[in-house]
């Protein structure tokens, strides 16, 4: 039996993801809550193989709600069950802990088979969010052989706050130098100023 909780502020979600999966005889539906808080003071999270978490919540958003679980239940697997696929929200959720992520125009099919698969030590994921952790780790790749030591060292030194005129000395260039590698940077990069740069270069992990 896979015991799964469903944390979802909107009634009729919340409601009809349990009848679905109430109706396998190998689910089982312990309990439904609202907000992370509610799931939290309730204490029934120890309990769950699954839990289906929405981000967009009352208080705790799901993307804090995941770290939160995962530290205090290492071993249940979460699923973010969302509208939002926008990179930020899928990757902070994925870096806290979730091990899939659905949108929530899966079909019930598609749900039951998600939570077999997580149970089962599966990252289900619907394919409009599959191809955008793809392309993120295409691109991680693609940047980090594209930046030279030198230009990495000029992003970490502008990623710090250093001016031109400081990152000259750092590196032992002329203001001109730097200002070159800083054009060479924002095209490899595909950005426009300087915090695009340092943004991207932080969450692909170039510095």
């Known amino acids: ?69 995962k530290e205090k239940n290492p071993d249940v697997a979460v699923m973010m069950v969302t509208i939002h696929d926008d990179d930020e929200r899928i990757f902070k959720a994925l870096r806290n802990g979730a091990i899939g992520y659905l949108s929530k125009k899966v079909t019930p099919e598609e749900l039951i088979d998600a939570v077999h698969d997580a149970h089962e030590g599966g990252s289900p994921m619907s394919p409009n969010i599959a191809r955008k952790v793809i392309n993120s780790f295409q691109r991680v790749n693609d940047s980090s052989i594209q930046l030279s030591d030198t230009e990495i060292q000029v992003l970490k030194l502008l990623a710090e706050g250093n001016s031109y005129k400081g990152i000259s000395k750092e590196v032992y260039l002329s203001v001109d130098g730097v200002r070159y590698h800083i054009r060479n940077i924002y095209n490899k990069l595909e950005v426009s100023n300087k915090s695009e740069a340092v943004a991207k270069a932080l969450r692909d992990k170039l510095i």
Do not use: H
């Open 1 to 69: 039996m896979i015991n799964i909780i469903i944390i979802e502020d909107n009634k009729y979600m919340r409601e009809g993801w349990s009848t679905v999966l109430g109706l396998e005889a190998d689910l089982n539906v312990l309990a439904e809550y609202e907000s992370c808080e509610d799931a939290f003071e309730a204490n029934n999270l120890p309990k769950a193989d699954v839990i289906l978490l929405d981000i967009q919540l009352p208080g705790m958003l799901g993307t804090e709600g995941v770290r939160i679980i």
